[in-house]
T-cell receptor, first 117, second 109 residues
Framework: GAVVSQHPSWVICKSGTSVKIECRSL??????MFWYRQFPKQSLMLMAT?????????EQGVEKDKFLINHASLTLSTLTVTSAHPEDSSFYIC?????????????FGPGTRLTVT | GQNIDQPTEMTATEGAIVQINCTYQ??????LFWYQQHAGEAPTFLSY??LDGLEEKGRFSSFLSRSKGYSYLLLKELQMKDSASYLC??????????WGAGTKLIIKP
């Protein structure tokens, strides 16, 4: 089956620094990847849709200058949290969309737990 | 607007059957997904329905009624390891998943 990896799996950083999270589709090409964040005991919140070779589409309320997304290839998308603050501490999950197979499905990475101190 | 509704929490007994309901409203429809999520982990895929009817996969079954905007996930022969959150998500015409808040399922011995 389709496998999506994320790196790092967890990270602790100081307030004001930037953190980059990588999302890779290991055995398939993904023209579309999604970035989610999830706070404890809450559902996933879509942050942005990342399309290879074009600018990401951000959901309302998500600051595109703070959460930089780059989808440089068909197997890699990155999310950079710039000038991180404690309120950015969350579980960040990416998913990659497979198309052309039934069903069109999102495969999730294992998630990255970010703690900002 | 787009919306997914499912119960916040359910409790069931080991060995029993439980049905988790989900209603949805989306712009376009490309299928209804159910995911299982254990605490601290990413969701894992359980089932997909795009046509009306029941899809059975082992102990888990999922049902869809497109005319009613309704789905349910049926879990049989409950095991303690089934304690998790179950997320209902509908895929809209842009292939984006619209997520429910999840149903926390508590299994008691």
């Amino acid at each position: 089956g389709a496998v999506v990896s994320q790196h790092p799996s967890w990270v602790i950083c100081k307030s004001g620094t930037s953190v980059k999270i990588e999302c890779r589709s290991l055995d398939f090409q993904a023209t579309t990847m999604f970035w989610y964040r999830q706070f404890p005991k809450q559902s996933l919140m879509l942050m942005a849709t990342s399309n290879e070779g074009s600018k990401a589409t951000y959901e309302q309320g998500v600051e595109k200058d703070k959460f930089l997304i780059n989808h440089a290839s068909l197997t890699l998308s990155t999310l950079t949290v710039t000038s991180a603050h404690p309120e950015d501490s969350s579980f960040y999950i990416c998913s990659a969309l497979t198309q052309g197979n039934y069903p069109d499905e999102q495969y999730f990475g294992p998630g990255t737990r970010l703690t900002v101190t | 607007g787009q919306n997914i509704d499912q119960p916040t929490e359910m409790t069931a007994t080991e060995g029993a059957i439980v049905q988790i309901n989900c209603t949805y409203q989306t712009s376009g429809f490309n299928g209804l997904f159910w995911y299982q999520q254990h605490a601290g982990e990413a969701p894992t895929f359980l089932s997909y329905n795009v046509l009306d009817g029941l899809e059975e996969k082992g102990r888990f079954s999922s049902f869809l009624s497109r005319s009613k905007g309704y789905s349910y996930l049926l879990l049989k022969e409950l095991q303690m390891k089934d304690s998790a959150s179950y997320l209902c998500a509908a895929m809209d015409s842009n292939y984006q998943l619209i997520w429910g808040a999840g149903t926390k399922l508590i299994i008691k011995p």
